[in-house]
């Protein structure tokens, strides 16, 4: 992992079919985890979360998809990567043995120098299910 990613911290473009894809997904998780704050933001997360707690499919769709238009366009181009990248690895299950469950659980929140960090996306399966239905398809 520390090779990869001294690779990219020199903009290099390692060929990742040369790695076991475990120091692959290892080198996006640390990633991850080392963003100084959510990429939607502390307050849009926020309000994401209460928003999959809507009580009908309907209001829960509506109301992320307002959200996520509040997010710049970068940002959701990447969330949009990310998350085609985790629809992949959620259809390998069986190979990769994570789930919605699993993958909402690696992007928990952290703990940082003894304060809550925000997640780097919000770790709730029914944001990933939302977010695929309005942004990847």
Same mark, same amino acid.
């Given at each position: ?22 120091? #692959?997904? *290892?080198?996006?998780?640390?990633? &991850? +985890? ?5 990429? &939607? ?5 926020? +309000?994401? !979360? ?6 009908? !499919?309907? !209001? ?9 238009? !509040? ?6 181009? &990447? ?6 990248? /985790?629809?992949? #690895? ?7 043995? /994570? ?11 952290? +703990? ?5 960090? *925000? ?15 309005? /942004? #990847?398809?």
């Amino acid at each position: 992992v520390d090779e990869l990613k001294a690779a990219y911290d020199r903009e290099e473009c390692p060929c990742l079919e040369e790695y076991d894809p475990h120091t #692959v997904a *290892s080198l996006l998780k640390q990633y &991850l +985890r080392e963003l100084p704050e959510s990429l &939607l933001g502390r307050a849009v997360a926020a +309000r994401l !979360e209460d928003a999959c707690g809507r009580p009908s !499919e309907a !209001e829960r769709l509506q109301e992320c998809q307002r959200l996520l238009g !509040e997010v710049p366009a970068h940002t959701r181009l &990447l969330l949009a990567w990310l998350i085609t990248h /985790m629809d992949h #690895v959620i259809a390998r299950e069986a190979d990769t043995k /994570m789930n919605i469950q699993n993958i909402s659980i690696v992007l928990k929140q952290k +703990r940082t120098a003894g304060k809550d960090a *925000s997640p780097p996306i919000p770790p709730n399966p029914l944001f990933f299910a939302y977010f695929h239905s309005l /942004m #990847v398809n």
